[in-house]
């Protein structure tokens, strides 16, 4: 059986969302891109693209994402209407912590998409939406995680930041499993996105890097802002408390905590 084809069916013996289609690549530009094509062509919810590796994966704010082969390079097709279209990266997060804690590993989330495990970058996640008149038409969720990854495989300056669920988990997984297991529990909160959208970001607030009242930097564009860190709101925006007592919202951005030093 051809591995999408296999995908499928292991998705659907546990209950999980029914695929319509699956394309998986031994090599791919990006997947991301890839769905992107098919999304515009009409493609229906649900519709996966993976890939053994990438040779053009992107990552946020227009970073190159590393894709050599023993990572999990999955993009998946929504089409949200009365889910808010702004929650679907926070339910994917809860959703691949989850998937990662049932192969042992504990992580944390941090704003607004990174996953993270023993304080290293374990997966990322690229959200990218088209809007029509009636709203958001559809949803591209690319997430790439390190499942075997081979820290030799990664540029130098990288290797120190990231980690891969083989180092972290007592036990072997494949990247096929880990896609199973993602895309069941996407399924689990991407319904509960419709029916009860403050439980998705409860639930991400719950795995958050418990960074609440810590002084922080937000990169936005070209400005970083300093504040502290007074929660994810209802709709997914990080919001930041500056010290004169004024806040402001994030819908993107970088966030990373101020050192002690730097911070008196
Ligand atoms: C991040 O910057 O943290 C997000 C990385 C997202 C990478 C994934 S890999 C599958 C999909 N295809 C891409 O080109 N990017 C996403």
């Known amino acids: 059986m051809d591995p999408g084809a296999a995908l499928v069916e292991a998705l659907a013996s546990r209950g999980g969302p029914r695929l319509p289609a699956v394309e998986w690549h031994e090599s791919i530009g990006s997947t991301s891109d890839r769905l992107k094509d098919l999304a515009r062509a009409g493609a229906p919810e649900w519709t996966a693209v993976l890939a053994e590796r990438q040779t053009g994966g992107r ?23 009365s889910e808010p279209a702004s929650l679907v990266p926070l339910a994917a997060g809860v959703a691949v912590a989850e998937a990662v804690a049932s192969f042992g590993v504990a992580c944390e989330l941090k704003w607004p998409n ?22 958001v038409e ?28 083989r180092a972290e988990a007592a036990r072997e997984a494949s990247p096929e499993a880990v896609a199973v297991a993602v895309l069941a529990r996407l399924g689990v909160w991407y319904d509960a996105l419709r029916e009860a959208p403050s439980r998705v970001v409860a639930a991400w607030r719950e795995r958050a890097i418990p960074w609440w009242g810590t002084l922080v930097d937000v990169r936005s564009g070209a400005a970083v802002l300093r504040g502290r860190l007074v929660t994810v709101d209802d709709d997914g925006a990080l919001v930041i408390e500056f010290s004169g007592g004024d806040r402001r919202r994030f819908v993107s951005g970088e966030v990373s905590r101020v050192r002690q030093a730097a911070a008196s």
């Open 59 to 81: 990552g946020r704010e227009g970073r190159t994402w590393q894709s050599p082969p023993g990572g999990l390079y999955l993009s998946v097709l929504l089409r949200p209407r």
């Open 114 to 135: 990174d996953v993270l495990a023993s304080g290293r970058k374990l997966a990322g996640i690229l959200a990218e939406a088209s809007s029509g008149s009636a709203g």
């Open 138 to 165: 559809w949803v591209v969720l690319g997430l790439g995680l390190n499942v075997a990854l081979e820290a030799s495989s990664l540029p130098a300056e990288l290797r120190d930041g990231v980690t891969s669920l």
